[in-house]
């Protein structure tokens, strides 16, 4: 198993703190957004005598109500093609082991979400890489590049949209161009929607569930943590319209006996909060963005593009190596005490060699401590310059 490009860092950040320096964590995705009440409040409420398992592909009323949730962007779905998972990671593990058994291959546009590559690695599945540049902003590869890729052991396609790492957002023209691949050599499209409410600019996310004849190809991975700033509820969805997928997964969730219960009875209960609230965390997203954007395109030699959703950006950084400069910054660099925290970009590549001059940069910290932490950052860069010359 590779180790988490977005995590591996941590004792380097715990041994700066202990030495009294404070780390901007510009490197994982934990928004600082509060979570709303009316999820803490369910849980306070709680009142049964005994916290029992639920149904292995979760509470019954939840999945109902998610097929409410999912109706509002024109998703039809009965309750029986939603499986509740513990997060969205547990729902990529069971999505590949449903549909790939160990020597398939799955094509994934890169940089990606390092997980795909981690449970792909535990089911003995082949990760094939189609690289994305961010010449363009990490748009979708050519379609001829998918095609040349295929081979009679290509069972799936995974992307990730608005994308974890680059905050792409694909176009319906995009993700129909996938669509007509996929049933062309009878492949499953995997896409991760978890950022599905974070798109800026007036630009609107498609999803993949909408496009027509995907029926038996289209799976989603969804998850509350991001949505509704609940990382810790650990509560995902397995969603498809394929029997025969659903069937398999429901075994490997019977396996596990349980999502969390107490993440469950939050997440109900966070389907109930008005849709404005997502008006006013989209928007503030959205400044976050403009205020790093600026930052980053500021210092000279760093590469970047401007996101269209998600609250990710991959930029590129003048050094020679993002896992040294991201640990440098940590064990040896503080500006007025304190340094950057940011995931090395090679991390998030299949193709070695790859991404080592990029790190992947979260905006979830309030708009000044952004700046702070740019600032930090191009001082880090310059006196890095001076260590390396």
């Not at 959703?309 to 064990?331: H, T």
Request: hydrophobic share 40%; proline share 5%; glycine share 6%.
């Amino acid at each position: 198993m590779p180790a988490s490009p977005i995590r591996k860092l941590v004792p380097y950040a715990d041994a700066a703190k202990k030495k009294g320096k404070k780390v901007y964590h510009l490197n994982i995705g934990q928004p600082d957004i509060k979570t709303h009440s009316i999820m803490l409040n369910a849980i306070r409420n709680f009142s049964l005598e005994v916290l029992a398992y639920s149904h292995s592909a979760g509470m019954e009323s939840y999945r109902k109500k998610l097929t409410k949730y999912y109706k509002k962007y024109g998703i039809e779905l009965d309750y029986s093609q939603i499986l509740v998972t513990t997060g969205g990671s547990e729902a990529i593990l069971f999505a590949t082991l449903s549909c790939l058994d160990a020597g398939d291959e799955i094509i994934i546009p890169e940089p990606f979400y390092a997980n795909y590559n981690g449970f792909s690695i535990a089911g003995g599945v082949k990760v094939v890489p189609v690289t994305a540049s961010i010449d363009n902003g990490f748009a979708l590869p050519p379609i001829a590049s998918f095609e040349a890729l295929i081979t009679p052991r290509t069972k799936a396609i995974m992307i990730c949209n608005p994308s974890n790492p680059t905050g792409y957002l694909y176009s319906q023209a995009e993700l129909e161009q996938l669509r007509k691949i996929v049933l062309k050599h009878d492949l499953f499209l995997f896409a991760d929607e978890v950022y599905r409410e974070f798109a800026y600019d007036e630009a609107e996310h498609f999803s993949v569930l909408n496009l027509k004849g995907l029926e038996d190809h289209a799976i989603v991975v969804d998850s509350v943590s991001k949505r509704f700033s609940a990382c810790g509820a650990r509560i995902g969805a397995l969603v498809t319209r394929n029997e025969a997928v659903m069937a398999t997964a429901l075994k490997f969730a019977q396996a596990r006996l349980s999502p969390p219960t107490f993440g469950q009875i939050a997440s109900e209960a966070a389907l109930d909060i008005p849709s404005h609230y997502f008006n006013r965390i989209v928007e503030e997203y959205r400044s976050r963005r403009e205020v790093l954007i600026e930052g980053l395109q500021a210092i000279e030699g760093v590469v970047c593009s401007k996101p269209k959703g998600a609250f990710y950006v991959m930029a590129q950084l003048p050094i020679d190596d993002s896992e040294r400069f991201c640990q440098w910054m940590l064990e040896s660099f503080e500006y007025k005490g304190a340094t950057t925290m940011m995931a090395p970009g090679s991390g998030f590549y299949a193709t070695p060699g790859l991404g080592k001059k990029e790190v992947r940069i979260a905006y979830v910290l309030n708009k000044e401590e952004l700046k702070q932490a740019v600032i930090c950052l191009a001082e880090g860069l310059k006196a890095y310059a001076k260590v390396m010359a």
